[in-house]
């Protein structure tokens, strides 16, 4: 599993014309599932997009809170590499285990997503800029 989280000061999806997930500062992830990925991916992506410390403290230090440790938005859309990708039925049941276990490690009210298959206009201002690409692999 792959991810590219990115700091934002606000993100949102929209489908169809309609807003169907945002939210203010926080980190937007874009998320792709391989036909290998399974609940340690989910495990090792949510821990890293829940605990990766991209924003300032109190104090203005860099790089010492975590989106978990401000309480801050989690927006989260899946991105496929199709050479690579698991069929899609199966990428979205596990996709929605991926936000299952982010919202149960931190607060369901706070995690939003897009709309899987759906073309998604998906806008995002960037702070920092700060993108990290993670993936899932670099945990063995």
Known sequence: MRA??????????????????????????LVGITHEDGAKDIEYIVRKVLNLRVFDDEDGSMWKKSVK??????????????????????????YQQFLDKLRADYRPDMVQDGSFGAMMNVKIQNDGPVTIILDSRDSA
């Open 69 to 94: 440790e401000l309480n801050l938005g989690v927006l989260s859309g899946s991105k496929p590499d199709f050479h690579l990708a698991m069929k899609s039925a199966q990428s979205k049941e596990v």
């Open 4 to 29: 590219v989280l990115q700091r934002v000061t606000q993100a949102s999806v929209e489908v169809e014309g309609s807003v169907v997930g945002a939210i203010n500062k926080g980190v937007c992830v």
